[in-house]
């Protein structure tokens, strides 16, 4: 009689411990299974008629900052001027552009209004590379190191704070 009584309160403490749980991660940080793997094999459009294709190859030999965006993509504007930065800080790291289920005109508008800090852009017009990539959205970006492995993966927009103390480092260890 007693345990049938305590039923309850013990389910209550077990959902309360759960959900305190739940509250202490971050959203933010969305495990990939791509971590430590290679990036999926593609060769995919450039986003500017006339440039090469952006291929896996392309990820090897360098390390790389991939980054997924879009032009209807408002948090890709937010932070867009931190790409900009890092591109002008950061010349020895390749920072990669994947242009995500947009169209290639209102691409280039917005690249050429909000400036190009891209060593090269692929236009994934269906979003078939996101997908490989596991994409939720847009923005998200991935280091990947000088084998082509995936090291990092952040879903969001960047900001100077996670810039500065997790993607920079992790880049200077690569």
């Known amino acids: 009689m007693k345990l049938k009584a305590l039923l309850p309160l013990l389910a209550f403490g ?4 759960l959900l305190a ?4 991660l971050n959203p933010r940080e969305i495990p990939s299974p791509l971590i430590d793997k290679p990036a999926p094999a593609f060769e995919l459009a450039a986003l500017h008629e ?3 294709a952006l291929r896996s190859a392309d990820l090897q030999g360098r390390v790389s900052l991939l980054n997924v965006w879009a032009s209807w993509c408002t948090p ?16 020895g790291v390749q920072l ?6 947009d169209q290639r ?23 078939q590379l996101g997908i490989e990539f596991g ?12 084998q082509g492995r995936i ?8 900001t100077a704070e996670l810039m500065r103390e997790r993607i920079e480092p992790l880049l200077k260890q690569l």
């Open 14 to 17: 077990l959902l309360a411990l």
């Open 21 to 24: 749980r739940g509250l202490q």
């Open 50 to 52: 006339g440039k090469p």
């Open 76 to 91: 890709c504007q937010q932070e867009h001027p931190l790409l900009v930065d890092f591109a002008k800080r950061q010349p």
């Open 96 to 101: 990669i552009g994947l242009n995500y289920k």
């Open 105 to 127: 005109e209102a691409a280039q508008t917005w690249l050429r209004r909000l400036g190009d800090p891209y060593h090269a852009i692929g236009f994934d017009e269906r979003g």
């Open 135 to 146: 994409v939720y959205g847009v923005p998200e970006t991935f280091v990947i190191d000088r």
């Open 151 to 158: 090291r990092f993966k952040h879903v969001g927009p960047l």
